[in-house]
Each structure stands twice: as structure tokens, then as C-alpha cells.
């Protein structure tokens, strides 16, 4: 069956340090989102992306936050400079069709600021 | 109002038991809905699509009230395996990105 892979798996990180979460979606699939939750709490929705821009995203994803496409394979989050608040379970998502139809998640990248 | 709202639980509930979940939703342009599950520190996984008409996978039934923008999960004859937290699932009609949103989670607890 196919499936969403993230890299690292866990990562730990200095305040302030610049960090790159990675994503292998589903080959056939066009939509793809990053949502992370903070232990505890809920998946929040972070950015969503098509067509090789973004099209949607939340308050949290703010200019600290970005997110690429490079090879048309991997998708990639970038954090530039971590905070403690940024400690969470990110997760990957994708989608084949918009509106109906299942996403697809990731099996996660713990995130650790320290 | 929260766009999707759950009682948290934890249900606790022996093995056998019927257990139902409720989630209410905000946006009433909302177009598809989910359940989907989550096992301690892993990813959310599709547990099943909810349609207008109720729709039924084995031991699990699912049904939608648009009118009262409500959705159910219903588990029957539950077993130690079901224990997980419940995820209800909204894709509300938003400008081009198609998100989902989450709610809490409802955590079910299957005991002996």
C-alpha cells in the first residue's frame, strides 16, 4: 500500500536553530498539508499546498515557517528559528482530489527544542 | 463556537459494550467528513468516510445530520483493540487548500 514517509523521525534542536522536516507524499497525489500536535492537544492545521504554491494557511504558520516542493518528490518544512513553543508532532499529509477523499498521513516527525 | 467540537472522554468501557461518539461543526458549507483514529503518538489513520445517507463498516456506523451540522460514530460489540482516540474530521469549503480540520479527539478506553 502506499504511503507517506517523514525523515527524521525525531529530532532534537537548539532554540534558535533552523530546522528542515521532510515528506515523501504519494506519488499520484496532488494536495499536501502539514499539521502538527502539540502533546496533548489537538492536530492543528498548519499550510496546505497545490501546484507547486501554497493555498492555504493557519495564524501559527507565520514568517518563521515555509515550505517547498523542490524535486517534485519530497516536501519539505522549514522552521528558521525555533522557539520552545515549536516542540510537537508535525505531520504530513497528502491527498489525491480536493474535497472528498482520504488524506493520507505520515508517520510524523517528533520535534524537540530544547 | 469551535469549527469542530467532541467531547473528550475518556470513555471508559468494558469489552462488548456499544459506545457512540457525537461532534458537532461550525461551518455549514462543509463538504466531507471523516473519522479517523489515533492510536498513542502515532499518525491519524482513516477509520471511515461519513455520508448523508449513514453508511456502516462491520462493527462501526457513521451518520450525518447536515440540518443539525452533526456526526456520529457509533462502535458496536467493542473490543480492546478499538481503544484509541476518535477523530472527527471536517473539510470545510475554504479558498483552494482544502483543509481538514480536527477536532479534539474522543478517547475510548476497552477494558476486560
Known amino acids: 500500500e502506499p504511503e507517506v514517509t517523514q525523515t527524521p523521525s525525531h529530532q532534537v534542536t537548539q532554540m534558535g536553530q533552523e530546522v528542515i522536516l521532510r515528506c515523501v507524499p504519494i506519488s499520484n497525489h496532488l494536495y499536501f498539508y502539514w499539521y502538527r500536535q502539540i502533546l496533548g492537544q489537538k492536530v492543528e492545521f498548519l499550510v496546505s499546498f497545490y501546484n507547486n504554491e501554497i493555498s492555504e494557511k493557519s495564524e501559527i504558520f507565520d514568517d518563521q515557517f515555509s515550505v517547498e516542493r523542490p524535486d517534485g518528490s519530497n516536501f519539505t518544512l522549514k522552521i528558521r528559528s525555533t522557539k520552545l513553543e515549536d516542540s510537537a508532532m508535525y505531520f504530513c499529509?497528502?491527498?489525491?482530489?480536493?474535497?472528498?477523499?482520504?488524506?493520507?498521513f505520515g508517520q510524523g516527525t517528533r520535534l524537540t527544542v530544547v | 463556537r469551535k469549527e469542530v467540537e467532541q467531547d473528550p472522554g475518556p470513555f471508559n468501557v468494558p469489552e462488548g459494550a456499544t459506545v457512540a461518539f457525537n461532534c458537532t461543526y461550525s461551518n455549514s458549507a462543509s463538504q466531507s467528513f471523516f473519522w479517523y483514529r489515533q492510536d498513542c503518538r502515532k499518525e491519524p489513520k482513516l477509520l471511515m468516510s461519513v455520508y448523508s445517507s449513514g453508511n456502516e463498516d462491520g462493527r462501526f456506523t457513521a451518520q450525518l445530520n447536515r440540518a443539525s451540522q452533526y456526526i456520529s460514530l457509533l462502535i458496536r460489540d467493542s473490543k480492546l483493540s478499538d481503544s484509541a482516540t476518535y477523530l472527527c474530521v471536517v473539510n470545510p469549503l475554504t479558498g483552494g487548500g482544502n483543509k481538514l480540520t480536527f477536532g479534539t479527539g474522543t478517547q475510548l478506553k476497552v477494558e476486560l
Open positions: 499529509a497528502s491527498r489525491q482530489e480536493a474535497d472528498v477523499g482520504e488524506a493520507f
